[in-house]
């Protein structure tokens, strides 16, 4: 299982990003502005392993309590709308009848 490092910093505009790193690989560094991005980048890295991946989270000092705070809102949102795009066929399949 490889280890993919996820750094919040925070550009000179105040504005945070996530910084990857690949750890089994030299100058392997992607930067994500938005959580849509990180997850793309993240598969992306991680269809190389076959999908086993771990994610360790760090952050910079200069990064303020609040845009930790939002990095972690827009996970969670993410992951609720992954999950319900997931839920979706299922609950179309047991309502749909070929009459209908």
């Known amino acids: 299982m490889v280890v993919i490092e996820s750094v919040i910093k925070t550009n000179p505009l105040g504005r945070w990003y996530i910084e990857l790193s690949d750890t089994m690989k030299e100058e392997s560094i992607e930067i994500c502005l938005d959580i849509y991005e990180y997850a793309q980048k993240i598969a992306m890295m991680g269809e190389e392993y076959g999908g086993e991946v771990e994610v360790a989270w760090s952050t910079e000092d200069n990064v303020t309590p609040a845009q930790i705070n939002e990095v972690r809102q827009q996970i969670m949102a993410y992951e609720a709308e992954i999950e319900a ?6 609950q179309e399949s047991t309502e749909w009848t070929p009459n209908a």
């Open 85 to 90: 795009q997931q839920d979706q066929p299922a």
